[in-house]
């Protein structure tokens, strides 16, 4: 008589069921403009560094200093000499400033966007809520008000201590607001010249080299381009050059409409015929930054 076979054990009888307490989400959906506030929220501060590792604040801290302390010394001359006026005007400021500004953004556009395309975070954000205007918005306005703040900070210390030395109230106040206009402009065009060439790629460095090269090359380009011909051709060309460089086109718009000293050679600036091209060049710029943010974004986010 054959041996009885010993039963088989079944895997499945070893099976568990664990609970371990998920539950729905019973609390109320934010929705899109939440999380395009708290995504704006985020990249203005790292902008600045804030929320992040103590080198990631030094550079833009160090900028924003940088930018203030000329304005401080000028207020504290005009204060100690009695001045009649400040050494520079509200709307030249920026203009003077130009490198800081430059450097500011090469170094904050990479890493508002070049680190979500090296670590391909971006679809992440689409798949729910934010879409792609909502990250394009949210990036544009975070650097356009980090820029706003870096130069718009020493033109309050210039008015503060404008008043503080006793100079006209009106004509200061008027100054404040014309350099406040000139630095609104400045700040979205930068923005989105900075953005635009930093979405091209996923590399930082390349980044900041790019930004760097646009900014400070064209400028140096049509300044001497202008120089050149302002000796062999007089003052004709120069405010047409100008619109090939967005340093020039800021300053180009604020002497022609915010009565600013234009810094092309001879000081003579564009008239309001010349000027009135270069707010739409100005405003073409910003407004087409804005759209080639909008069609890289359609493509990543697939």
């Known amino acids: 008589m054959a041996a009885e076979q010993p039963t088989a054990t079944v895997p499945g009888d070893q ?9 729905n989400y019973d609390g109320p959906r934010l929705g899109r403009a ?18 992040r590792s103590a080198k990631s604040k030094v550079l833009p801290m160090l900028l924003f200093v940088v930018m203030c302390l000329p304005a401080a010394i000028m207020v504290a001359v005009a204060v100690a000499t009695k001045a009649n006026d400040l050494p520079l005007d509200y709307t030249r400021y920026a203009i003077v400033m130009q490198a800081v500004i430059s450097l ?20 992440l954000y689409f798949s729910r809520p934010i879409e792609t205007g909502d990250y394009v918005r949210a ?13 718009a900070a020493p033109l309050l210390v210039l008015y503060v201590g404008a008043l503080l030395a006793k100079l006209d109230f009106a004509d200061q106040t008027k100054g404040f607001a014309q350099g406040l206009v000139s630095v609104a402009l400045l700040s979205l065009l930068f923005a989105g010249l900075g953005l635009v060439i930093a979405s091209v790629t996923p590399r930082r460095g390349f980044g900041i080299a790019a930004v760097i090269a646009v900014l400070t090359i064209s400028y140096g380009a049509v300044s001497t381009l202008q120089a050149i011909a302002e000796v062999q051709s007089g003052s004709g060309a120069v405010s047409w050059i100008g619109l090939f460089s967005p340093i020039t086109l800021i300053d180009g718009v604020a002497a022609a ?4 000293t234009s810094a092309f050679p001879g000081g003579v600036g564009p008239g309001n015929g ?29």
């Open 15 to 23: 099976t568990r069921i664990h609970n371990i307490g998920y539950r």
């Open 139 to 151: 990036k544009y306005a975070s650097l356009a008000s980090a820029l706003f703040i870096l130069t």
């Open 34 to 51: 939440y999380a395009r506030r708290s995504l704006y929220s985020q990249s203005l501060r790292g902008s600045y560094g804030l929320g």
């Open 257 to 260: 409409f915010l009565g600013a």
């Open 104 to 123: 500011y953004v090469a170094s904050q556009a990479p890493q508002s966007v070049s680190r979500d395309l090296r670590f391909k975070t971006v679809p």
């Open 274 to 302: 010349e000027g009135a091209v270069y707010v739409l060049v100005t405003l073409g710029l910003i407004a087409g930054a804005y759209g080639l943010l909008m069609r890289r974004y359609q493509k990543v986010g697939l």
